[in-house]
Each structure stands twice: as structure tokens, then as C-alpha cells.
């Protein structure tokens, strides 16, 4: 089995023990600092493009910060995918619409079509040539002074790889049971890219509940043109 067919079946696996519920009465947070930028990444946007959404977390609460904005999601895992649509459907957030696929689905949309981009936990689970095509075909859908919202992993130390029992591919990529998991580089070198895409308004590091490591979290303006 290919090594991308592994990685979707495992995502399938862990979002099948997901069951869909109404979000109406559940406050959805992470922790202020996350919280705090996704508000300002709301209060800045009104269409947004959640690309890797998985269960669909993030632009849920996006969602239910500002009902009356506008969302699309996609990811590969079609059990992801499943989960998303019936929760939304539970939660009457009809404004919101999920789809299977990559970024190949990305040619569906228009130019400047969307005025935020959510980014959550891809770039860094995804090769340097795959990083870049991604991103070039996200940029072309966000529209000039669009925002861009990016979580990436913790930097590991090497002790915490082997902690979490990957194995080094290349100096930068890391597989666990043959599925790439982790492609770690420095916050300068994502700060340089992200450059490239905009200016960083926002940039901060925060821990999950149940994480110790430190998370990063950058908020992206793009240029004008």
C-alpha cells in the first residue's frame, strides 16, 4: 500500500471514532491565546477556506464566533469529512459546507475567492515540495489583503522524537509505521516562508491542555497585489 493511502486510512481510523453532535450549547475553545487570535482572525475575514480540516474544530468555532460569516472545508479523510457535514447539519450551521479531496479541488474555485485561509497542523506533516505547490495554490484562492491563519506542531527536541518512536526519513522528515507524521523545520525558516505569502501580524506559542510541548500560531496578512 502506498505510503499516501497508509496515511489516509489512518486518519480514517481515528476520525470513525468520532460521533456527530449539536454545538449549540457547547462553548468551543482551545485556550485564550489561540482563542484571542482566531476572534481577531474572525473579526478580519467573512469567507473562509479551512484547508485540512479534519472533524472540522477549528472553523467550527470560527463559526460559532461569528454565525453570520461563511466557511468551506477539505480534507482527504472522508470520514473527517462525514463527521463535519452531519455535525454541522445537527448544529444548523448551514453556512458551512464540507468536501472530500486535496488540493487539487482548489482549481474549483475562483481567484480570490476566499478572504481567510485556515492552515492547522498541514504544512508540517506534508513534504517541502508538497508545501510549496499547497501553498501556491491556496495564495491563488485567497483574495489581496486576505488573511491567513497557520498552526503548526511544536519544534521537538531530538529526545522528544524519539519519545514519540518516529523514524528519521531525511533530515527533515520523520515516519511512524511507514507514515510520514512529522516535517520538522525551525520557526525562522516558516516565518521566512509565510514571508513570502504576507506579513506576520501575529505570531505566538501556546500549550494544549493535554500537550506540554509549545504550539505555534501565526496570523498572515497577504499583500495587496
Not at 78 to 89: D, L, P, R, V
Not at 166 to 192: F, S, V
Amino acid at each position: 500500500m502506498k505510503a499516501y493511502d497508509r496515511e489516509k486510512r489512518l486518519w480514517n481510523e481515528v476520525y470513525s471514532q468520532c460521533q456527530p453532535v449539536d454545538l449549540r450549547d457547547i462553548n468551543l475553545t482551545v485556550e485564550p491565546g489561540f482563542d484571542g487570535v482566531l476572534r481577531e482572525f474572525g473579526e478580519k475575514t467573512s469567507r473562509v477556506l479551512d484547508f485540512g480540516c479534519g472533524t472540522g474544530d477549528i472553523i467550527f468555532q470560527y463559526m460559532q464566533n461569528f454565525p453570520e460569516k461563511r466557511g468551506v472545508g477539505i480534507d482527504e479523510a472522508e470520514n473527517g469529512i462525514t463527521f463535519a457535514k452531519e455535525t454541522a447539519k445537527l448544529s444548523h450551521y448551514n453556512r458551512l459546507h464540507f468536501f472530500t479531496g486535496n488540493s487539487e479541488m482548489l482549481d474549483d474555485f475562483e481567484d480570490g475567492e476566499f478572504d481567510g485561509i485556515i492552515l492547522s497542523n498541514v504544512l508540517d506533516v506534508m513534504p517541502e515540495q508538497v508545501d510549496k505547490i499547497v501553498l501556491k495554490r491556496l495564495d491563488r484562492v485567497l483574495a489581496p489583503r486576505g488573511y491567513w491563519f497557520i498552526k503548526l506542531n511544536p519544534y521537538y527536541t531530538p529526545k522528544e522524537i524519539l519519545d514519540l518512536d518516529y523514524k528519521k526519513k531525511t533530515p527533515h522528515l520523520y515516519e511512524e509505521d511507514g507514515i510520514l507524521r512529522l516535517h520538522q523545520e525551525t520557526t525562522d525558516y516558516w516565518k521566512q516562508i509565510f514571508e513570502t505569502y504576507g506579513s506576520i501580524e501575529r505570531y505566538m506559542e501556546f500549550v494544549y491542555p493535554w500537550q506540554k510541548d509549545l504550539n505555534r500560531l501565526f496570523l498572515v496578512k497577504k499583500e495587496s497585489h
